[in-house]
């Protein structure tokens, strides 16, 4: 029953923030479909296309959650206990994870979709947004090394989700399987879609039941296609260099909508579990400040560890970079930016929960996807039987490699997006070209490191991420002070989320440097201190920006 209570608790508080807190926000923004918007003004058939919300909503969603709010509370659970990971989900995303989104997307499209970066260069000057652009960018290259990486290994074989199974396929060969019908399925929908344009309604009950039957017919194909993981990796990335190269209403549109679905059936498996399953808490609420793992103090890695669960700034990637440039109407923006936040927060609460149900003994050992694939199952088994479990867990695992298979090529498009941006160059050629640079580097560092690399670079990753949420947070703080507007709902998270972010970084860089026993420790501890240097010059930026125009305000007076 408790886990019932907790997870009606948190439910509960985050409809009620969407129609409180969200809708104040709305206000104070003032959202108006009188103003056109980016989609439409500038639609050119490729990057600007308006998005139906809720397409464009599922799109984005299955955007933004990826493995980070899956593995983020599992590991910080096993780490701390579980209530610290409830307190900063619910709490966090509410009061900075959620804002921090819908002013992302809010102050992109109000600057014509530019990215962050662009967004930055207006608000703070040329220096900051070029510093904050090669911040992005070094972001980028660190998600699709560990994404490309984790894609691969459950391509192959026994997958981490499904070690120690005795199954009657390859789970490997399944989860590449499905994976390929699945965006097989999306470009035939894209095409339907765009040139017979049939209601939302008969697409959806069309194609979303054949995602589901490609997730079963995987499992029937499953030695169809068995690699090894470097040639998946390089498989995986050439996708990406294609992908991110189409119009986004052949691929990206359409695959984000189905991918919802299967986060949508994810949600409710998990939600049934957590609500009518009946299952005992077994973890400890709280464990201790120091985990004696990694770095392992609760702050501030808690919060970096968790990441995505509640606060990401790879979400502003995604606002400014695809969402903003397919929204149709201003009045969307609370839905898909506070909204899908909102709806990532219950992602987290359920991998958390996927940790509660087994006790410490049950767990030694077993990666967040495994422990994410067995608890899905489990909750699942309420569907289909205890007699299904091993399919069920199959489900879980293929899920949880869909969410990160969907982030790659929005990644690539984004680091796409930027190098134009910085060379300030948009032809077709040279988009060519950019992409080819964002999908080389961790080509060649993939190449280079040895198999399941990620590891190296997934706390790097992010305490980066938490403090671009801190750098994104900065530009619109300056944005909501130049326009004269309140600023204390994003002036006060992003205090919080650079200071935690900057003592982890920190933490990261000289525990590499001091530490390091071969090249990849040297070269995150450099990339460290290189993050860290770009962060504080933004920061100082902002804080000239602000004397200099309260200087010159004051002499108007």
Known sequence: MLLAAIGLGVFVMLIL?????GRYLSRHLELSDDNITPAHKNRDGIDFVPAR???????????????????????????????????????????????????????????????????????????????????????????IVAFTDITAASFVGITEELQGGELFFNPGGAVAAAAIMYLGLSLVLGFIEHFLKPKMWIITIIFVPLTFVAVWLGTQISTLLILDAKT???????????????????????????????LYTALLVGACGIFFGNYEIKQAAFTAFDAHQMTGALFPFLFVTIACGACSGFHGLVCSGTTAKQI????????????????????????????????????????????????????????????????????????FSTFVFDTLDVSTRLGRYL?????????????????????????????????????????????????????TLLSITMWL????????YTLLPMLFVLCVSLWALGDLALSNLRHFSHGMELINGLVALSLIALAIFMIISALIKVRSESSAFAKDL
């Not at 993939?446 to 801190?470: C, H, K, M, P, V």
């Not at 002070?481 to 309140?486: E, Q």
Request: aromatic content about 12%; hydrophobic content about 55%.
């Open 17 to 21: 923030a969407y129609g409180t807190y």
């Open 53 to 143: 919300r809720f397409y464009l909503f599922g799109q984005h969603f299955s955007a933004i959650a990826a493995a980070g709010p899956i593995a983020g509370p599992i590991m910080a659970c096993a780490m701390w206990g579980y209530l610290p990971c409830l307190i900063w989900i619910a709490l966090g995303v509410v009061l900075i994870g959620a804002v921090h989104d819908f002013l992302s997307l809010t102050i992109s499209v109000r600057h014509g979709a530019v990215s962050i970066a662009s967004v930055a260069k207006i608000q703070l000057g040329h220096g900051a947004g070029l510093a904050m652009l090669i911040f992005i960018w070094l972001a980028l290259i660190y998600v």
């Open 481 to 488: 002070h130049r326009a004269r507007k309140r600023l204390a």
């Open 419 to 471: 190098v134009q941006e910085l060379f300030g160059r948009h032809s077709k050629t040279f988009a060519l070209i950019a992409t080819l640079i964002t999908v080389g580097l961790p080509m060649i560092l993939i190449e280079l490191a040895d198999r399941g690399s990620y590891l190296q670079f997934w706390t790097l990753f992010g305490a980066s991420n938490q403090l671009l949420a801190g750098l």
């Open 328 to 399: 149709d109407k201003e009045s969307h923006m609370q839905a898909v930016g506070y909204g899908a936040m909102l709806s990532e927060a219950m992602v987290a609460l359920i991998a958390l929960a996927t940790i509660m149900i087994w006790a410490p003994h049950e767990i030694i050992g077993l990666k967040p996807g495994t422990i994410y694939g067995n608890g899905i199952g489990e909750f699942m088994t309420l569907f289909v039987g205890k007699e299904n479990l091993r399919l069920a867990i199959t489900f879980g695992a293929m899920a």
């Open 232 to 262: 998946w990796c390089l498989l995986i990335l050439a996708y990406c260099l294609l992908s991110s190269m189409l119009p986004v209403w052949m691929l990206l549109q359409p695959r984000g909508y189905l991918g919802g679905f299967i």
